[in-house]
């Protein structure tokens, strides 16, 4: 049992190790050359104005009182 505790661990180290070294390879080709950049920079500067233009949404104000009938009124 603590055998199989102890290579859990270490699979789990590996699979963290394997990913941080991905992440830093992909980041490492995106940022090479300037079509990469200019790719990157292009979607970022796309997913902000999204996000910009979400924030700006004016939405209904949520009533506190919860009612039971469509019409607001009261079930006798």
């Known amino acids: 049992m603590r055998a199989m505790r102890h290579m859990l661990a270490r699979l789990i180290a590996w699979l963290i190790g394997v990913a941080a070294v991905l992440a830093v390879a992909v980041t490492a080709f995106v940022y090479s050359g300037q079509e990469h950049r200019e790719a990157v920079t292009s979607v970022a500067r796309e997913f902000f ?24 009124g009261v079930i006798q």
């Open 49 to 72: 104005v999204f996000v910009e233009r979400g924030s700006r949404v004016r939405r209904a104000p949520v009533s506190a009182l919860a009612s039971p009938t469509p019409g607001g």
